[in-house]
């Protein structure tokens, strides 16, 4: 890494590589009364599972409390969020979905 002093107040520093963007875990949460099947629709439909990926998903959700639905750049993440919990509601269920950025 190379620092340039200019003007006194300003720096620029500068790097060699570009940051890759944050990444955040789209976690799916159990509850006790979000039927399985809409676990798993939701698993297929906004996250891209193929059916026996998403069963397994959510039975490891159902068993272990919480689990990764999917991992993506924070925009796309927090757009999944909002669509996975607008649909649950409009179908009465208490699903929760959040996003967290990877370690
Ligand atoms: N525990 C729910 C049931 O028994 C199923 C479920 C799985 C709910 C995963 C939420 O994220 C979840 N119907």
Same mark, same amino acid.
Do not use: C, W
């Given at each position: 890494?190379?620092?340039?002093?200019?003007?006194a107040?300003t720096?620029?520093?500068e790097? !060699?590589? !570009?940051?890759?963007?944050?990444?955040? *875990?789209?976690?799916l949460l159990n509850?006790d009364? !979000?039927p399985?099947?809409f676990?798993v629709?939701?698993?297929?439909?906004y996250?891209?599972?193929?059916?026996?990926?998403a069963?397994?998903?959510?039975?490891?959700v +159902? +068993?272990?409390?919480?689990g990764?639905?999917? $991992?993506?750049? *924070?925009? $796309?993440a927090? !757009?999944?969020v909002?669509?996975v919990?607008? +649909?649950a509601?409009?179908?009465?269920?208490?699903?929760? $979905?959040v996003?967290?950025p990877e370690?």
């Amino acid at each position: 890494m190379t620092r340039r002093d200019g003007d006194a107040r300003t720096q620029t520093l500068e790097r !060699t590589q !570009t940051q890759r963007p944050r990444l955040y *875990r789209v976690m799916l949460l159990n509850d006790d009364y !979000t039927p399985m099947d809409f676990v798993v629709m939701v698993l297929e439909r906004y996250f891209r599972k193929a059916e026996q990926d998403a069963q397994l998903i959510m039975l490891a959700v +159902h +068993h272990k409390g919480r689990g990764v639905a999917g $991992v993506y750049p *924070r925009d $796309v993440a927090e !757009t999944k969020v909002a669509q996975v919990t607008s +649909h649950a509601r409009a179908e009465g269920y208490p699903l929760q $979905v959040v996003a967290e950025p990877e370690a």
